[in-house]
T-cell receptor, first 115, second 115 residues
Framework: GENVEQHPSTLSVQEGDSAVIKCTYS??????FPWYKQELGKRPQLIID?????GEKKDQRIAVTLNKTAKHFSLHITETQPEDSAVYFC??????????????FGSGTRLSIRP | EAQVTQNPRYLITVTGKKLTVTCSQN?????MSWYRQDPGLGLRQIYY???????DKGDVPEGYKVSRKEKRNFPLILESPSPNQTSLYFC??????????????FGPGTRLTVL
């Protein structure tokens, strides 16, 4: 079955610097890759997603890149701010046309922004 | 207000005492899913449902049951809880169709302790 590995498990960056979180997946049939942000004590919320027919997607300060050949995808946050401090989860799913499928999450990255 | 609700939010129980955690959504979503969140393991999918009377196993279904008799409700049933089911549980829902509707909306979480 699908396996998703996420690195690093913790990340501390200076405010204003960039942060990069990387994930690899094992099943080449996976074709939908969402990223969720979970603030302390809160529920996860989708921040960006990418489908396998796209190599990069950007939304203001966040971007996701996908390398299907290498089976890895990354989250990039630029100009980090204190409110970016949270746990981030990547995920892989085998059906981009609907979310009605099994989804595997990475183990999470705790991002801390130093003032 | 569009939302996913879970009840109870906190529960302490004893080994072997059957319990049900309810999940309800008011967004007319076809897809609903249950996850457990444990430190260092991220979110692991327990069961998911594409629509009424259609359910399937996720990554960690052992010890759990679900039912989907109505579109809005997706209860999680622990017939004989054990201490290794102590965890934070999230219910989530989304549309199940092509387009930008794959975002999963999570409930507030249920913290379960099994003694």
């Amino acid at each position: 079955g699908e396996n998703v590995e996420q690195h690093p498990s913790t990340l501390s960056v200076q405010e204003g610097d960039s942060a990069v979180i990387k994930c690899t997946y094992s099943d080449s049939a996976s074709n939908y890759f969402p990223w969720y942000k979970q603030e302390l004590g809160k529920r996860p919320q989708l921040i960006i997603d990418i489908r396998s027919n796209v190599g990069e997607k950007k939304d203001q300060r966040i971007a996701v890149t996908l390398n299907k050949t290498a089976k890895h995808f990354s989250l990039h946050i630029t100009e980090t701010q204190p409110e970016d401090s949270a746990v981030y989860f990547c995920a892989a799913s085998m059906n981009a046309e609907s979310s009605a499928s099994k989804i595997i999450f990475g183990s999470g990255t705790r991002l801390s922004i130093r003032p | 207000e569009a939302q996913v609700t879970q009840n109870p939010r906190y529960l302490i129980t004893v080994t072997g005492k059957k319990l049900t955690v309810t999940c309800s959504q008011n967004m007319n979503h076809e897809y609903m899913s249950w996850y457990r969140q444990d430190p260092g393991l991220g979110l692991r999918q327990i069961y998911y449902s594409m629509n009424v009377e259609v359910t399937d196993k996720g990554d960690v279904p052992e010890g759990y049951k679900v039912s989907r008799k109505e579109k809005r409700n997706f209860p999680l049933i622990l017939e004989s809880p054990s201490p290794n089911q102590t965890s934070l549980y999230f219910c989530a829902s989304s549309f199940a169709r092509v387009g930008n509707y794959n975002e999963q909306f999570f409930g507030p979480g249920t913290r379960l302790t099994v003694l």
